[in-house]
């Protein structure tokens, strides 16, 4: 039985996190506690880290100073750490099967078509028969509204359609996490609403989810919690209806009104 402090336990907690590309310092002392079950969106300009401290949380970037905690697992600049005990490569290759990315350029594996593209982690990560892996492929095709293209190549269908796919693929794993960089940025402006559609009646009921977009309209309809950085330091972070009405940052409310809000 789950007690009430392990219900209240935080998703992610970022603690002092630092990050640098060389010389160059691109997260500065980031802090944030993300709530189980919330949908934070990661706001601000281009090059304020957004995408950088998403990646942090999969390890898909490691960094330099602080820490960051994913339910049991922590994770330092000299790696993960699961009580105190260090993580083997492959323990952490495990721990990002709980965790879903979905990118900015698709990623879907061009030589691969959609069934298989879908199949190909659950079989030979998470150890599926492939029939029940199919089985949960062709449900999520038929809730991304793709249902029809389990035998097309990524070449052949849309960017839309491949960030569909993209994002089917994240969710075979039934992750908790699902993690979002720039979803529609690749996209043009008339295939964003479907991919933005799917993300929000398909992708975010019940996970802990963080959101890097430009899109604020979507951000402020479906987002619990807002993030907004600048030149790598959080301005804002808090209840989204407390963060799109009364930002406490000077900062944060010019961001806001140069796009429009």
Same mark, same amino acid.
């Given at each position: 039985?789950?007690?009430?402090?392990? /219900?209240?336990?935080?998703?992610?907690?970022?603690? =002092?996190?630092?990050?640098?590309? =060389? !010389?160059?310092?691109?997260?500065?002392?980031?802090?944030?506690?993300?709530?189980?079950?919330?949908?934070?969106?990661?706001?601000?300009?281009?090059?304020?880290?957004?995408?950088?401290?998403?990646?942090?949380?999969?390890?898909?970037?490691?960094?330099? =100073?602080?820490?960051?905690?994913?339910?049991?697992?922590?994770?330092? &600049?000299?790696?993960?750490?699961?009580?105190?005990?260090?993580?083997?490569?492959?323990?952490?290759?495990?721990?990002?099967?709980?965790?879903?990315?979905?990118?900015?350029?698709?990623?879907?594996?061009?030589?691969?078509?959609?069934?298989?593209? +879908?199949?190909?982690? &659950?079989?030979?990560?998470?150890?599926?028969?492939?029939?029940?892996?199919?089985?949960?492929?062709?449900? +999520?095709?038929?809730?991304?509204?793709?249902?029809?293209?389990?035998?097309?190549?990524?070449?052949?269908?849309?960017?839309?359609?491949?960030?569909?796919?993209?994002?089917?693929?994240?969710?075979?794993?039934?992750?908790?996490?699902?993690?979002?960089?720039?979803?529609?940025?690749?996209?043009?402006?008339?295939?964003?609403?479907?991919?933005?559609?799917?993300?929000?009646?398909?992708? +975010?009921?019940?996970?802990?989810?963080?959101?890097?977009?430009?899109?604020?309209?979507?951000?402020?309809?479906? /987002?619990?919690?807002?993030?907004?950085?600048?030149?790598?330091?959080?301005?804002?972070?808090?209840?989204?209806?407390?963060?799109?009405?009364?930002?406490?940052?000077?900062?944060?409310?010019?961001?806001? !009104?140069?796009?429009? +809000?």
């Amino acid at each position: 039985m789950t007690g009430t402090s392990e /219900a209240a336990k935080p998703a992610i907690t970022f603690l =002092g996190l630092s990050k640098f590309f =060389g !010389q160059l310092q691109v997260l500065h002392d980031v802090s944030a506690v993300v709530p189980q079950g919330a949908t934070v969106a990661v706001l601000g300009s281009s090059g304020s880290g957004k995408s950088t401290l998403v990646r942090c949380v999969n390890r898909l970037e490691t960094f330099q =100073g602080g820490e960051i905690i994913v339910g049991d697992v922590r994770l330092t &600049p000299d790696g993960a750490v699961h009580g105190s005990r260090k993580l083997s490569d492959r323990q952490v290759a495990t721990y990002r099967t709980d965790i879903g990315m979905v990118f900015q350029s698709f990623n879907l594996f061009q030589h691969l078509n959609v069934l298989k593209n +879908l199949i190909e982690a &659950p079989v030979g990560v998470l150890g599926w028969s492939k029939d029940k892996a199919i089985e949960r492929a062709r449900d +999520l095709l038929a809730k991304v509204g793709l249902p029809d293209k389990e035998e097309a190549y990524p070449s052949r269908l849309s960017g839309g359609q491949q960030q569909r796919i993209a994002i089917a693929r994240a969710l075979m794993m039934e992750p908790s996490i699902m993690l979002f960089d720039e979803p529609t940025s690749a996209l043009d402006p008339e295939l964003t609403g479907e991919v933005l559609n799917v993300v929000k009646a398909l992708a +975010l009921g019940g996970r802990t989810s963080l959101i890097v977009t430009h899109e604020l309209a979507f951000a402020r309809d479906v /987002a619990s919690h807002v993030m907004v950085l600048d030149h790598g330091r959080v301005t804002e972070f808090g209840p989204a209806a407390e963060v799109f009405g009364q930002p406490k940052s000077e900062r944060t409310k010019r961001f806001f !009104q140069s796009a429009g +809000l």
